[in-house]
């Protein structure tokens, strides 16, 4: 079973991630990770930061020659800003001499003051920051290459900024990957992409964030990962979920989800078909987004994932208390973007892909890459 753990602040001293399950002999190196967490910086909006966060990665555990071994993989991301932050966030005793008591609307702020008893905001912001997804991304690197061996390759990319929205005719393969990364706001639709860039212009000049939705695509999925014999391991369950975690995330659908539900049964499902020259069963649509009944079809899995606009603002307008004296103020700001839409594609990518991975290790096995990789041929020869 796969499975990882993340640990670390936004502006501590690194970040890690341990992942568990990955087997043996699975190639990969610094810069595999490094190529993911440059992604993971890509898209227009961002903010002055995406220059100064290079990631300092570094294998701690699990890897050694450029292959895995089968034990847990630590990977390790330091903070290179680390020495602005030394005083701030020390772990040894003391306390700041500037604690942040004006909470933000939309953000992690006064719900985690209020659950753990803090009065500075700065407690929870520190974790509760979408700097935790590089972390997330580095665990995704393994989990993607895993599933390469076995023909599955996860992309993703922006089909809506703020009121644009992409044309559903422009859907990348994964050969396409590399030129939806070129687009600065990660579209595979050329005529969006110029709107997009216009929407955050406009709300940049008014100081203001936006939001968007990302649509990410699984080429080459299995039929049969997931089950429909318990809630906890139905695979759109688990992609709901795994999609969500991610931080300012508000909604997902798979497939055509939410249109499908406007639609009478006899357009809204995917037809049964048998291919004699591939002697292998065909959907004659792909309404359902890959997933039936828990379990992946066979067919293009198909997820997206609804983010809101940032909570920290450039032009603070949005009203809020200071903790401490109950008077109104304007919410603090914090380090900020106009948008980080393109990025969370790339960190939904990762969370597919880490669920993908897990649910092919749970149903084909092995301690070593071959063993999985056999064990996988030789159930789609079986279907066949």
């Not at 502006?11 to 967490?37: K, M, N, R, S, Y």
């Not at 396409?176 to 050329?190: A, I, K, N, Q, T």
């Not at 999925?221 to 369950?237: E, Q």
């Amino acid at each position: 079973m796969l499975r990882f753990l993340t640990a670390g602040e936004s502006h501590g001293q690194a970040l890690t991630v341990i992942v568990e399950g990955v087997p043996a002999h699975l190639p990969v190196t610094i810069e595999d990770v490094q190529a993911e967490l440059a992604r993971r910086r890509l898209g227009f909006g961002r903010g002055p930061r995406m220059r100064l966060e290079q990631d300092d990665v570094e294998f701690l555990g699990g890897v050694r020659h450029g292959e895995t071994l089968g034990s847990p993989v630590a990977v390790l991301i330091r903070n290179t800003e680390w020495a602005k932050w030394a005083d701030e966030m020390s772990p040894a005793p003391g306390e700041t001499a500037t604690p942040l008591t004006q909470p933000r609307p939309g953000h992690a702020d006064l719900a985690g003051m209020q659950k753990y008893g803090f009065t500075d905001a700065r407690n929870v912001l520190e974790r509760a920051s979408a700097r935790e997804t590089a972390a997330r991304v580095a665990a995704g690197t393994l989990a993607k290459k895993l599933l390469a061996t076995i023909g599955v390759d996860v992309v993703s990319h922006v089909v809506r900024m703020g009121k644009v929205e992409a044309s559903p005719e422009h859907r990348p393969t994964p050969g396409d990957l590399d030129r939806v990364d070129e687009s600065p706001v990660r579209c595979f639709d050329p005529d969006a992409e110029a709107a997009m860039l216009d929407e955050i212009k406009a709300a940049a000049k008014d100081g203001d964030s936006l939001g968007g939705v990302v649509e990410v695509l699984a080429y080459g999925v299995p039929p049969g990962l997931g089950s429909h014999v318990h809630w906890d391991r139905r695979v759109d369950a688990l992609l709901a979920q795994a999609l969500m975690s991610i931080q300012a995330m508000k909604g997902v659908e798979i497939g055509e989800g939410f249109d499908v539900a406007a639609r009478r049964g006899s357009e809204a499902h995917d037809e049964i078909l048998w291919d004699e020259a591939a002697g292998e069963y065909a959907r004659g649509s792909a309404h359902a987004g890959g997933v039936e009944g828990g379990m992946t079809t066979g067919g293009l899995l198909v997820a997206r994932v609804a983010m809101k606009p940032l909570s920290t603002l450039n032009k603070p307008v949005l009203r809020t208390v200071d903790v401490e004296t109950k008077d109104e103020t304007v919410a603090f700001k914090e380090r900020t973007d106009v948008t980080a839409v393109p990025a969370s594609g790339v960190v939904a990518e990762t969370m597919v892909a880490l669920v993908l991975a897990g649910e092919a290790l749970r149903k084909f096995g092995g301690d070593s890459v071959e063993e999985f990789r056999r064990n996988h041929d030789a159930y789609i020869a079986s279907l066949r």
